[in-house]
């Protein structure tokens, strides 16, 4: 056979095998997919969603403010005992420990299935991903940041190493996705450093804290780092459906790997992560923070304060554990994480925050205390972050992230972050359609006569409306008392 012929078709064999072979993982692909997505859809909880059950399980999706709300809120609520072990971001739970009402963790969805899923509530905070994304990044710089104390990366790693292993404290370095994104980032502005020395470079020209490539990874190389695509993008959707790399869940990996390879099969993993939120107790929005917190205080807070005085478990022994006291927190809406003290300036940060945790709840709690309480606590919270920000970010001066310089941030960029977090943005769309029922259900109860019943009660025991409708005359009285004096005054201008 001719040579170029006999090549010629050895191309064309090769070629339908390939093609074959592609169809063949494609439909397995498929297949595993839509097998996990009517699987997880057949668990889903059919009970009423409105009511709270013995286990509150908060789902929090990082940098959406979900720090706050367990300090300020579910703190002031839950006392230590009833705080389900190993639970807030204390890496993984543990089943067999004693009974719990509270669990409050970065841990995945699939997490659920070690709960009882007939006793368990879920809540979760959703954020603008395209927010999100920048805030990730600046928190894993931020954090990162601190290590530059040290004189080079092995220093840095040593001593975190000797310090995690003194202490049973938990690290941002043992926490998702931090885990994965801090060492990262850690390890670059070292690298960086080192280049700076190495070329004498004492001036940075560029005035983009986004793009200061001698100083800081530029945003565009973070989103487009294979790290960025298997813990970031489309992280909110990936963690609710419990896709994430941290997922109990055995088939997690595969289905995870056959979305990344196969685009379209990840409407399955949004319509999932659609119904799981559809499910939840109470769904809040960073960005409607007032909106959100008035909220959650009013649907979630005052059936956990219901629950809790008929079991008379409020208020026994509240006061914060000092493993909470030592507690990092984030940009503007103030979440973070626990981590151990590596410097000073931490040490310091800390102990401005143990002052506004560390508060013992004897009293009965009502949803306007907690209101009031969540106030305080939130401006103290964001003081100490304010502190610990700009002390972390003068380590990479001039590279100071700010809300002015996102608005700086190329279109370009924005596109693309966009466009690697498509299914984030369709589940953000949706659980706003999720929060605007809440809020017009919630506005619906504040009316509801039994309600307003209910409500209208002093502790004496005399209802606010029989006050109101012995006063009434009086006012009526003085209404029209007002009303005749200034027709009196008319008529004389008139005249």
């Known amino acids: 056979m001719d040579p170029t012929l006999k ?183 070292f690298a960086r450093r080192d280049a700076r020395k190495a070329r004498v470079i004492n001036d940075i020209n560029s005035s983009d804290p986004y793009n200061m490539e001698d100083m800081v990874m530029p945003l565009l190389d973070y989103i487009d780092n294979p790290i960025a695509h298997e813990i970031v993008h489309n992280g909110a959707t990936f963690q609710i459906a419990g896709l994430t790399n941290n997922s109990y869940l055995p088939e997690a990996h595969e289905v995870r790997h056959c979305v990344e390879k196969y685009k379209k099969l990840g409407e399955y993993v949004l319509q999932v992560a659609k119904k799981r939120l559809d499910n939840m107790l ?63 300036d931490e040490k310091g940060d800390a102990a401005a925050t143990s002052s506004d945790d560390n508060e013992v709840k004897q009293e009965t709690m009502s949803v306007g205390k907690l209101m009031e309480t969540y106030e305080v606590c939130i401006s103290g919270l964001r003081k100490t972050q304010a502190r610990r920000r700009i002390a972390s970010l003068k380590r990479i001066s001039p590279a100071n992230f700010t809300k002015e310089a996102r608005l700086q941030v190329p279109q370009m960029v924005l596109q693309q972050i966009q466009r690697l977090n498509n299914l984030d943005l369709e589940l953000y769309e949706y659980a706003q359609g999720i929060f605007a029922k809440q809020h017009e259900q919630a506005a619906e109860k504040m009316f509801d006569p039994d309600t307003l019943g209910s409500m209208f009660i002093y502790s004496g025991g005399t209802k606010l409306w029989d006050v109101i409708l012995w006063t009434m005359p009086f006012v009526l009285l003085f209404i029209f008392i007002v009303f005749v004096n200034a027709k009196r005054r008319t008529l004389k201008v008139k005249i």
């Open 7 to 189: 090549s010629t078709v050895l191309l064309m064999l090769l070629g339908l095998v390939v093609n074959v072979l592609s169809i063949t993982d494609s439909e397995h692909c498929q297949n595993v997919v839509k097998k996990w997505a009517f699987t997880s859809l057949d668990h889903e909880v059919k009970e009423d969603k409105h009511t709270l059950n013995d286990l509150l399980f908060f789902l929090h999706v990082p940098r959406t403010g979900g720090r706050t709300y367990f300090h300020c809120f579910l703190k002031k609520l839950y006392s230590n005992s009833l705080e389900c072990p190993r639970s807030y971001d204390k890496l993984r739970f543990d089943p067999s420990k004693a009974k719990c009402r509270l669990l409050t963790t970065h841990d995945d969805y699939s997490i659920t299935s070690k709960l009882p899923r007939d006793r368990t509530s879920v809540v979760t905070i959703l954020r603008n991903p395209v927010d999100r994304v920048f805030s990730t990044y600046e928190f894993s710089v931020e954090v990162a940041a601190r290590f530059l104390v040290h004189p080079n990366l092995t220093s840095a790693t040593q001593m975190t190493g000797r310090l995690r292993s003194k202490t049973n404290g938990v690290s941002t370095l043992d926490i998702w996705p931090w885990k994965y994104l801090v060492p990262w980032m850690r390890e670059d502005l």
């Open 282 to 344: 109470y769904v809040g929005l960073t960005e409607d923070h007032r909106k959100s917190a008035t909220m959650f205080a009013n649907v979630v807070g005052a059936q956990v304060i219901s629950q809790l005085v008929e079991s008379n478990a409020i208020g026994e022994g509240a006061a914060v554990n000092k493993s909470e006291q030592s507690t990092s927190f984030s940009d503007s809406e103030v979440d973070g994480n626990d981590h151990q003290n590596i410097t000073s």
